[in-house]
Antibody, heavy 120, light 107 residues
Framework: QVQLVQSGAEVKKPGASVKVSCKAS????????VHWVRQAPGQGLEWMGR????????NSAQRFQGRVTMTRDTSISTAYMELSRLRSDDTAVYYC?????????????WGQGTTVTVSS | DIQMTQSPSSLSASVRDRVTITCRAS??????LNWYQQKPGKAPKLLIY???SLQSGVPSRFTGSGSGTDFTLTISSLQPEDFATYYC?????????FGQGTKLEIK
């Protein structure tokens, strides 16, 4: 079945970096954008950026530019999101999700989420 | 950037009630509007895409409407499993902004 499986929970100190992986299966990885969305405790959904696995092209939200790096390894159908210079307010659940359709028809498959805790 | 504003932020209703949630975009987004349902501790689930198209497997009591800047999600007869938080999201342009969410609670 179509699924995205993310890496496990992380605990990081302020100023460090975190890299979250998102492994796709059940579909052609290179055919769909992968988006990254985060959710701070008790808060709403925040879009971070996207990558097209075929070209490697990315777009990111301005507030993360300079801190977020999205990459992919097509040989293992895996997307990565690295966030650097972590702060306490980066504590959140990070999700990857597949965007279906051209034009876009929403994020139809989501990973299970990766909890990132930033604490000294 | 396009801002998405949902109302209300929270809503109390009873089983079998009909409820409507509104989402407004800060500029026209044609019909590039999606709705998600999220339950505590779970990833969001796509309910409606392109403003009014029902995602496969989603019950027909969920309907979406609107175009341009104003959109609605209607649940025709609330079921116990529908109590959750709902988000709208535009897919007209990047950044792909979300509304702030509407928490639907049992009265």
């Amino acid at each position: 079945q179509v699924q995205l499986v993310q890496s496990g929970a992380e605990v990081k100190k302020p100023g460090a970096s975190v890299k979250v992986s998102c492994k796709a299966s059940g579909y052609t990885f290179t055919g769909y954008y992968v988006h990254w969305v985060r959710q701070a405790p008790g808060q709403g959904l925040e879009w971070m950026g996207r990558i097209h696995p075929n070209s490697g092209g990315t777009n990111s939200a301005q507030r993360f530019q300079g801190r977020v790096t999205m990459t992919r390894d097509t040989s293992i159908s895996t997307a990565y999101m690295e966030l650097s210079r972590l702060r306490s307010d980066d504590t959140a659940v990070y999700y990857c999700a597949r965007e279906v359709g051209v034009p876009a028809r929403g994020l139809d498959v989501w990973g299970q989420g990766t909890t990132v805790t930033v604490s000294s | 950037d396009i801002q998405m504003t949902q109302s209300p932020s929270s809503l109390s209703a009873s089983v079998r009630d009909r409820v409507t949630i509104t989402c407004r975009a800060s500029q026209t987004i044609s019909s590039y509007l999606n709705w998600y349902q999220q339950k505590p501790g779970k990833a969001p689930k796509l309910l409606i895409y392109a403003a009014s198209s029902l995602q496969s497997g989603v019950p027909s009591r969920f309907t979406g409407s609107g175009s341009g800047t104003d959109f609605t999600l209607t649940i025709s007869s609330l079921q116990p499993e529908d109590f959750a938080t709902y988000y709208c999201q535009q897919s007209y342009s990047t950044p792909r902004s979300f509304g702030q969410g509407t928490k639907l609670e049992i009265k």
